[in-house]
């Protein structure tokens, strides 16, 4: 499907849900890309507002930039929960809190179905976890100069 067919499809949605009484969010609605040709933007607008995208394939169809960005937005959702995560609650406590009300990795994972992953990826998001571990368990990380 290309730009002009969902754009077309967008429409007709909109003036579905008008004539039931309606109105499609733009603000929730997003619109995903795939493709080998690089960094590609969709501009597709409901009622005068652009729809997000959300995203997309690289050339050799990996998606790295893709997982780094979601890293950055779950580790700043993690950190909206900092001061509840850090504070001295049982570690019991602290590991429901980060798997079932943290939105971090529900943030992570967002379209994660559309990713080609290899070892490197994979590397990523297992550190990524760890940091959170780190973070609730107090640990400090030492770097060699």
């Known amino acids: 499907m290309n730009e002009s067919e969902l754009r077309c499809i967008i429409n007709k949605v909109n003036e579905v849900c008008k004539v039931c009484g309606m109105e499609m969010n733009s603000k929730k609605t997003k619109t995903m890309i795939f493709s080998k040709m690089g960094n590609i933007q969709c501009n597709i ?3 005068g507002e652009t729809l997000e995208q959300v995203s997309w394939l690289t050339e050799d169809g990996r998606c790295d930039l893709e997982i780094k960005t979601r890293i ?3 580790k700043d959702a993690f950190w909206k929960h900092k001061d509840l995560l850090k504070g001295n609650i049982s570690l019991k406590t ?5 798997y079932c009300y943290s939105t971090r990795f529900l943030v992570l994972k967002y379209a ?3 990713w080609t992953i290899n070892n490197d990826l994979i590397r990523r998001i297992i550190a990524f976890e760890q940091w959170c571990y780190r973070r609730i368990l107090k640990i400090k990380v030492r770097r060699k100069i």
């Open 45 to 47: 607008t409901v009622s």
């Open 112 to 114: 994660c179905e559309s």
């Open 94 to 98: 602290k590991k429901r809190i980060l």
């Open 72 to 74: 950055g937005i779950a």
